[in-house]
């Protein structure tokens, strides 16, 4: 029997918000690993593993088959979830692509509406895009956790279409339902602490950028969003090094 190979953590957080029996659809499942690996662990009751390209896709079909995950692991090629079924999933994880890209892909879905099939996404990029994007357009974001993979802060977000659409707060782009989640130990409050900074940078990025354009309304709203950014830091982390020496925005 071949030994179950690790997750990347992005991945194994993804798999963590996979309920017992589901029917999973991985889409971008590149070399499969994780429709393979639930399936191993008797977490589903049947995947379909999609990725636009035929080269991952292949590379997929052979880890099925090594790990002889056959009869649960279907294979497709497909476009996003065009090539899915409404019915055939109820748990949907989209990882790996930058989050304009998750976006178009369950805009592309409007079957998700009916289904309510549960999601969990994994931006790389453009995260506040796609939490714009879920706001505006009925999905609800469940839960938000933070995690680092190879150094890097990423979260993934668990959510779900409910037709609601609410009014997002200051900070709802850059952090979502982070800011709401108890952590569940060190390593998470190191991941949570380096995923605000990343935004924070990102957010004084956006505030020069507004002010070389003098775009000076825009401007604003960053300088506003950053402040309350820092001033969340030093209240979540005020006894990590690194929120010790935030400037001070006002």
Known sequence: MRPLFQLDPRLALCASFVPEGARLADIGTDHGYLPIWLAKAGRIAHAVAADLRPGPLERARENVGKY????????????????????????IVIAGMGGEVIASILAGAPWLRETKARLALQ????????????????FE?????????QGRPYSVLLAVFTGKTEKEGILFPYLGKLP???????????????????????????EQG?????DFSAQAEFQKALKALEKLMREE?????????????E
């Open 68 to 91: 002889r995950v056959g009869h649960v692991v279907e294979l497709r090629l497909s476009d996003g979830l065009m090539a899915i079924g409404p019915h055939e999933a109820d748990f």
């Open 123 to 138: 931006p790389m990029t453009s995260a506040e895009d796609l939490r714009r994007y879920l706001a505006g357009h009925g």
């Open 141 to 149: 974001i469940i839960e938000e956790r933070p995690v680092l993979s």
């Open 180 to 206: 709401e989640t108890p952590f569940s130990g060190p390593a998470e409050r190191e991941a949570a602490l380096a995923y605000y900074e990343k935004q924070r940078r990102h957010l004084c990025n956006l």
């Open 210 to 214: 507004a002010r070389a354009k003098k």
């Open 237 to 249: 982390f005020q006894n990590a090094h690194d929120s010790r020496n935030l400037p001070v925005h």
